[in-house]
């Protein structure tokens, strides 16, 4: 069964850094798109970026200055610079991604929390 795994969530001081990590895991083929989301309660779920199999990239206009995605193969990382407290939220790890079963499918990973802190 395809799994991502989210590692690197915790609580950091505003103006600091952070960087998350989302790797995918089972068996699968090809992942085309990889990206991390984010989400308070009560809202939306919102894009923070995306990076394709090719490393094309698509990131939300908020966050562009200061959220950087790379991506090695089948993992995925958020480098997330002058944290502020609307950082706070938890990020979901997105990945699309090929399997025995089904050709073309969307994964979650079940969210790390980030909280930063004046």
């Known amino acids: 069964q395809v799994q991502l795994v989210e590692t690197g969530g915790g609580l950091v001081q505003a103006g600091g850094s952070l960087e998350l990590s989302c790797a995918v895991s089972?068996?699968?083929?090809?992942?085309?798109?990889m990206g991390w989301y984010r989400q308070n309660p009560g809202k939306q779920r919102e894009l923070v970026a995306t990076i394709t199999r090719s490393d094309t990239t698509n990131s939300g206009d908020s966050v562009k200055d200061r959220f950087f995605i790379s991506r090695d193969r089948s993992t995925a990382l958020l480098h997330i610079d002058n944290l502020t407290p609307e950082d706070t939220a938890v990020y979901y790890c997105?990945?699309?991604?090929?399997?025995?079963?089904?050709?073309?499918?969307?994964?979650w990973g079940r969210g790390t929390q980030v909280t930063v802190s004046s």
């Open positions: 089972g068996s699968f083929g090809r992942v085309w798109v």
């Open positions: 997105y990945a699309d991604v090929e399997t025995p079963n089904v050709s073309h499918r969307d994964y």
